[in-house]
């Protein structure tokens, strides 16, 4: 039988509770220490990739120091890369005339 373990059971994905401390930027004046924490995660290294593809920065994996954690979102929000503002695109010519014939 196709997706069954030995016991004629089907495999199900566990999404459980993880958490990690990070510290961005580790070893200079900077650095900043941050537990990172998720409440459907499959484990901690889905959590410790994640914090690293979000980061702008170094990255030092840690165990959680406890207390007050953030979600990836906040980290993304708070600690990723900084963009440039958007420039506006630029009007299309004829674009008035086009939607006035059509009226």
Same mark, same amino acid.
């Given at each position: ?19 990690? !401390?990070? *510290? ?5 004046? %900077?650095?900043?220490?941050? $537990?990172? +924490?998720?409440? #459907?995660? =499959? ?13 702008? !920065?170094? *990255? ?5 120091? %406890?207390?007050?954690?953030? $979600?990836? +979102?906040?980290? #993304?929000? =708070? ?25």
């Amino acid at each position: 039988m196709k997706g069954r373990n030995g016991k004629g059971t089907m495999p199900t994905l566990r999404l459980e509770p993880a958490r990690i !401390g990070i *510290v961005i930027n580790a070893g200079e004046p %900077g650095a900043i220490v941050v $537990d990172v +924490a998720e409440p #459907a995660a =499959r484990d901690s290294i889905e959590l410790a990739l994640g914090a690293m593809r979000l980061v702008d !920065g170094t *990255v030092t994996i840690t165990r959680p120091r %406890g207390g007050a954690a953030i $979600d990836l +979102a906040t980290l #993304a929000r =708070r600690h990723g890369p900084k963009k440039p503002p958007r420039k506006p695109l630029p009007r299309r010519r004829g674009a008035a005339r086009a939607r006035a014939v059509a009226a």
